[in-house]
């Protein structure tokens, strides 16, 4: 009987360990998408169209494994290049805000704005005076 408990087990573990890893796979290859697309407009059905899986399915897995939704995740990932952009070089906001992936540079500014607490171009000359 405990040899057939054993296998039971071991069997469940792999299940489980399987499962795990293709999750966490899956988790990547959207985090690796949203990177290598961050200055596109991309959104949630692009992403899961190449992925071959539902929105819901892959907001779920990006929610358990990074505590972000698609969006969330996206937005996240755009502020934090924005600033980068704004901080190194002398690229406008407008051709910043294209850079991230943004097609309204107004609809940028309001999430820069939301996420950050001040405007891009604020943000920018605080970096410079912070430089001086």
Known sequence: MSNHNDHASLEAFYTSFIYEYRNQRKVEEALAYIDSNLGRDVGLTQVTDVMKCSSTYLNRLLKQYTGYTFYSLLT?????????????????????????????????IRAFKRSVGVTPGRYREDRISACR
């Open 76 to 108: 996240r990932k755009r502020m934090e290049r924005s600033k980068l952009l704004l901080a190194a070089d002398g690229q406008t906001v407008h051709a910043i805000s294209g850079a991230v992936g943004y097609t309204n540079v107004h609809s940028f």
